[in-house]
């Protein structure tokens, strides 16, 4: 039997500094990250790194512009703790970052789970190619 992988990443365009926006979501379960951006808790971990696929302008694509955002998370949920703890995890992330007014897209086998699946671009986003996706 293979084993079940909660792995994910969540692509965001934040407009903050990676260091703040690390420090920002580690705020979130009470811990800190270190000098590379990783994050350790203990629901899971996730790490804040820079796109290389950024790209200014195809981030704007309706369909696939979010794998072209500023900031990948690579998220990595306890996998002891199962599914209902990776859902969990992964929300609590895209929904600060969506408060934050920040576009943000889980990629994950379970985003159908996560809030609006996990698929979130602000509609007062100053980008008027933005939208929603239901």
């Known amino acids: 039997m293979s084993e079940i992988d909660f792995g994910g990443?969540?692509?965001?365009?934040?407009?903050?500094?990676?260091?703040?926006?690390?420090?920002?979501?580690?705020?979130?379960?009470?811990?800190?990250?270190?000098?590379?951006?990783?994050?350790?808790?203990?629901?899971?971990?996730?790490?804040?790194?820079?796109?290389?696929?950024f790209d200014e302008q195809m981030r704007k694509d309706n369909e696939d512009g979010f794998l072209y955002y500023r900031y990948l998370i690579e998220v990595e949920p306890n996998k002891e703790l199962g599914e209902e703890n990776a859902v969990a995890f992964t929300a609590k992330l895209l929904e600060y970052l969506?408060?934050?007014?920040?576009p943000a897209t889980a990629a994950c086998g379970y985003e159908d789970a996560l809030p609006n699946k996990g698929k979130l671009i602000p509609e007062n986003y100053n980008w008027g190619e933005y939208y929603i996706w239901k």
């Open 98 to 102: 969506w408060s934050q007014g920040y």
């Open 9 to 53: 990443a969540i692509y965001t365009d934040a407009d903050a500094e990676i260091e703040k926006l690390t420090f920002a979501l580690s705020q979130l379960f009470n811990s800190l990250p270190d000098k590379w951006n990783n994050v350790e808790t203990s629901v899971g971990e996730f790490s804040v790194l820079k796109n290389d696929e």
